[in-house]
């Protein structure tokens, strides 16, 4: 098994060079071979730590560690070299895999260099208002004072609340810079490039978007609605990403989804759980946040019914000047 000192004392020791070295010293070239034997090797590795943990002072513990680790190493390129893999082409994959998951990536302003009316709003609020119906909820959204896009209910035979499912879409505005659909609701289609509109503002990329948001949904009950971050796992982010792998959503890093798919949670169960409420979107800082409606307090006790929701100073200045302009 031992590969030449020549080699192993040779400066920049590569994972090819190294790969070479193990096939030079691989007598049995055998797949059942290295799989049985990097299994045998990870158990002495866990044998190490086991006299470590029993002994206490374990004087040769780095000696002995650094040989079962450099013996898994070599079973595991032989493996590799079996199958018809490259061991730096593994290793560069791997680590690209570990920077997607563990990097806060950067802040893309997709729409950057388009005229100002097909970029979405740096900063804007959405309210959401619930509209009993005899058999259902309906939720309509609103923006700047005016009503966007179709009322929605759930859709559902049972109520699960997802006519606040916007929410979703909301969080990967902010927290992605990306979402087609919102883009649609807002009017901000990048019609001045026609590929763009096409390809990344269009119907195609509008499904996508939310099949991915109906898919994490029909997940959420088995993952504690992702209460903790922990439940949104590398197997789930990594089927997300590849729901939209052509698209330009996919410079952003699985971090990032991580946390547009949080967020967009923590705010779903809050006008949920409400019934309505005010989001609020920074696209510069990626962050999004809910703000109950207020309510004026019913004279004549506790007992009678409430008034009409009043709105945040800002919507309602919104409302009016939309008004006005109507006028």
Same mark, same amino acid.
């Given at each position: 098994?031992?590969?030449?000192? /020549?080699?192993?004392?040779?400066?920049?020791?590569?994972?090819?060079?190294?790969?070479? !070295?193990?096939?030079?010293? $691989?007598?049995?070239?055998?797949?059942?071979?290295?799989?049985?034997?990097?299994?045998?090797?990870?158990? $002495?590795?866990?044998?190490?730590?086991?006299?470590?943990?029993?002994?206490?002072?374990?004087?040769?513990?780095?000696?002995?560690?650094?040989? @079962?680790?450099?013996?898994?190493?070599?079973?595991?390129?032989?493996?590799?070299?079996?199958?018809?893999?490259?061991?730096?082409?593994?290793?560069?994959?791997?680590?690209?895999?570990?920077?997607?998951?563990?990097?806060? %990536?950067?802040?893309?302003?997709? $729409?950057?260099?388009?005229?100002?009316?097909?970029?979405? +709003?740096?900063?804007?609020?959405?309210?959401? @208002?619930?509209? +009993?119906? &005899?058999?259902? #909820?309906? #939720?309509?959204?609103?923006?700047?004072?005016?009503?966007? %896009?179709?009322?929605?209910?759930?859709?559902?035979?049972?109520? $699960?609340?997802?006519?606040?499912?916007?929410?979703?879409?909301?969080?990967?505005?902010?927290?992605? !810079?990306?979402? +087609?659909?919102?883009?649609?609701?807002?009017?901000?289609?990048?019609?001045?490039?026609?590929?763009?509109?096409?390809?990344?503002?269009?119907?195609?990329?509008?499904? #996508?978007?939310?099949?991915?948001?109906?898919?994490?949904?029909? =997940?959420?009950?088995?993952?504690?609605?992702? &209460?903790?971050?922990?439940?949104?796992?590398?197997?789930?982010?990594?089927?997300?990403?590849?729901?939209?792998?052509?698209? @330009?959503?996919?410079?952003?890093?699985?971090?990032?989804? &991580?946390?547009?798919?949080?967020?967009?949670? =923590?705010?779903?169960?809050?006008?949920?759980?409400?019934?309505?409420?005010? #989001?609020?979107?920074?696209?510069?800082?990626?962050?999004?946040?809910?703000?109950?409606?207020?309510?004026?307090?019913?004279?004549?006790? /506790?007992?009678?019914?409430?008034?009409?929701?009043?709105? /945040?100073?800002?919507?309602?200045?919104?409302?009016?000047?939309?008004?006005?302009?109507?006028?």
């Amino acid at each position: 098994m031992p590969i030449r000192t /020549s080699l192993i004392k040779a400066r920049g020791l590569t994972f090819a060079r190294y790969q070479r !070295g193990v096939n030079e010293t $691989d007598e049995k070239k055998g797949l059942l071979v290295a799989l049985l034997g990097l299994v045998g090797e990870l158990g $002495d590795v866990q044998t190490i730590f086991k006299r470590r943990l029993e002994v206490g002072l374990y004087p040769n513990f780095q000696k002995d560690m650094s040989e @079962e680790i450099g013996d898994t190493l070599w079973y595991l390129a032989s493996l590799a070299s079996r199958v018809g893999l490259r061991l730096e082409d593994v290793a560069a994959q791997n680590i690209s895999k570990a920077r997607q998951l563990h990097s806060l %990536g950067e802040t893309f302003r997709f $729409d950057r260099g388009f005229p100002k009316d097909e970029r979405l +709003p740096r900063q804007f609020d959405v309210v959401f @208002e619930e509209k +009993p119906l &005899r058999r259902s #909820v309906q #939720v309509k959204i609103i923006v700047g004072g005016v009503f966007v %896009g179709d009322a929605l209910t759930d859709n559902a035979m049972k109520d $699960d609340g997802y006519r606040y499912h916007d929410a979703f879409h909301l969080a990967y505005a902010s927290c992605l !810079g990306w979402s +087609p659909v919102i883009r649609a609701l807002l009017r901000r289609k990048r019609k001045s490039d026609s590929k763009v509109d096409e390809v990344e503002d269009g119907a195609r990329a509008i499904i #996508v978007e939310e099949a991915i948001s109906i898919f994490l949904f029909n =997940q959420a009950k088995s993952r504690n609605e992702y &209460r903790e971050q922990n439940a949104i796992d590398i197997s789930l982010l990594k089927t997300v990403r590849s729901m939209c792998g052509n698209l @330009e959503v996919s410079r952003c890093t699985a971090k990032q989804w &991580r946390s547009a798919i949080y967020s967009g949670y =923590q705010i779903f169960r809050a006008l949920r759980d409400n019934r309505g409420g005010i #989001v609020s979107l920074d696209l510069d800082k990626a962050s999004i946040s809910y703000t109950p409606i207020r309510t004026k307090r019913p004279k004549g006790g /506790s007992h009678a019914r409430s008034s009409r929701p009043r709105l /945040s100073k800002r919507v309602a200045r919104g409302r009016k000047r939309a008004s006005e302009e109507r006028g």
